[in-house]
T-cell receptor
């Protein structure tokens, strides 16, 4: 989910379990959504994206679900591993200033994988 | 080896000093962006550039300046007018209407 202030919401899971990270987005006109993974002290890494004409998209061990009715996005990680520990951001893609896309980021969720 | 590079990894600024953060990409992307990240917060857009010799202010441009003289390069200057510069700065690039790819970041600290 989204956070306010300095404290990120944290999801703690056991190694091998499935993880579900949720995100609410703001603009019903947004047509493209992205999940990023950010490890401590590093730049965000692209994980998976989905366009608004889809409800579900699968990658390797990850699935993104989009519910446009309630403006909700989720990231599912199967068989979570210690290397999955990071902050996960969702981003919605809005357009302004011609062809340039503007990403609006959530504040992120910290995924902590317990061995 | 394609990607986005940022330098330096750590940068220290003295009171009243301007400092410049480097961002280079060899992905042939048209658009480049600068974001600021503060602890526990989402990324905030400082400046963006759609094309060489053109750039636009983002949401928090005050106290910052940029240039885009080459497609590959988009340096950010943190001026003395930026009173709270301590943050993690991220550069990104994209094709128009495509996913933004991020560099490794520069952490700016004030002495």
């Amino acid at each position: 989910g989204e956070s306010v202030g300095l404290h990120l919401p944290t999801l703690s899971v056991q190694e091998g379990d499935n993880s579900i990270i949720n995100c609410a987005y703001s603009n019903s006109a947004s047509d493209y959504f992205i999940w990023y993974k950010q490890e401590s002290g590093k730049g965000p890494q692209f994980i998976i994206d989905i366009r608004s004409n889809m409800d579900k998209r699968q990658g390797q061990r990850v699935t993104v679900l989009l519910n446009k009715t309630v403006k909700h996005l989720s990231l599912q990680i199967a068989a979570t591993q210690p290397g999955d520990s990071a902050v996960y951001f969702c981003a919605e893609n809005s357009y302004y200033g011609g062809a340039t896309n503007k990403l609006i980021f959530g504040t992120g969720t910290l995924l902590a994988v317990q061995p | 080896d394609g990607g986005i590079t940022q330098s330096p990894k750590y940068l220290f600024r003295k009171e009243g000093q301007n400092v410049t953060l480097s961002c280079e990409q060899n992905l042939n992307h048209d658009a480049m962006y600068w974001y600021r990240q503060d602890p526990g917060q989402g990324l905030r857009l400082i400046y963006y550039s759609q094309i060489v010799n053109d750039f636009q202010k983002g949401d928090i441009a005050e106290g910052y300046s940029v240039s885009r003289e080459k497609k590959e390069s988009f340096p950010l200057t943190v001026t003395s007018a930026q009173k709270n510069p301590t943050a993690f700065y991220l550069c990104a690039s994209s094709y128009s209407q495509e996913t933004q790819y991020f560099g490794p970041g520069t952490r700016l600290l004030v002495l």
